[in-house]
C-alpha cells in the first residue's frame, strides 16, 4: 500500500518561497505519475503540477513559470518549490499518485480522478 506525506507547508508573505516534500512509501511501480495539488476552502480541489517516472513535468497555467515540481528517486521524495507566491495560492496542498499509470497509453496529468492514493495535506498560508 503506497503512503504519502506531504511537509513543508507554513505562512509567508506575498512574493516568498517554500519548498513542499512528499515522501512515499510502500511504492514498488516502475511507472507512476505523482502530482500536486490544492484545495482552498469552499473551492474544488484541483492539480498543480505533475511529474511521472521518467521526469516528465507538468503545469497548471496558474503556475506555471512559478512552481517547480522535481523529484528524488533515492528518496522517494518529490517536491514542490513555490516561488513568488500570491495570496490565491493559499490552500490545503496534497501529494497523490497514480501507480497505475503507464506511459505507453496516457499521458500523466494533474485531473484529480486519476489519483489513486493521497496524503493528508499541508497548509499554505500567503499574506499580502
Given at each position: 500500500?503506497?503512503?504519502?506525506?506531504?511537509?513543508?507547508?507554513?505562512?509567508?508573505?506575498?512574493?516568498?518561497?517554500?519548498?513542499?516534500?512528499?515522501?512515499?512509501?510502500?511504492?514498488?511501480?516502475?511507472?507512476?505519475?505523482?502530482?500536486?495539488?490544492?484545495?482552498?476552502?469552499?473551492?474544488?480541489?484541483?492539480?498543480?503540477?505533475?511529474?511521472?517516472?521518467?521526469?516528465?513535468t507538468s503545469?497548471?497555467?496558474?503556475?506555471?513559470?512559478?512552481?517547480?515540481?522535481?523529484?528524488?528517486?533515492a528518496k522517494?521524495?518529490?517536491?514542490?518549490?513555490?516561488?513568488?507566491?500570491?495570496?490565491?495560492?493559499?490552500?490545503?496542498?496534497?501529494?497523490?499518485?497514480?501507480?497505475?499509470?503507464?506511459?505507453?497509453?496516457?499521458?500523466?496529468?494533474?485531473?484529480?480522478?486519476?489519483?489513486?492514493?493521497?496524503?493528508?495535506?499541508?497548509?499554505?498560508t500567503v499574506?499580502?
Open positions: 500500500q503506497v503512503q504519502l506525506a506531504e511537509s513543508g507547508g507554513g505562512s509567508v508573505q506575498s512574493g516568498g518561497s517554500l519548498r513542499l516534500s512528499c515522501a512515499a512509501s510502500g511504492h514498488t511501480a516502475s511507472d507512476y505519475c505523482m502530482g500536486w495539488f490544492r484545495q482552498a476552502p469552499g473551492k474544488e480541489r484541483e492539480g498543480v503540477a505533475s511529474i511521472d517516472s521518467a521526469g516528465k503545469y497548471s497555467d496558474s503556475v506555471k513559470g512559478r512552481f517547480t515540481i522535481s523529484q528524488d528517486k522517494n521524495i518529490m517536491y514542490l518549490q513555490m516561488d513568488n507566491l500570491k495570496p490565491d495560492d493559499t490552500a490545503m496542498y496534497y501529494c497523490a499518485a497514480d501507480v497505475r499509470f503507464d506511459p505507453r497509453y496516457i499521458r500523466c496529468g494533474y485531473y484529480p480522478p486519476d489519483f489513486d492514493h493521497w496524503g493528508r495535506g499541508t497548509q499554505v499574506s499580502s
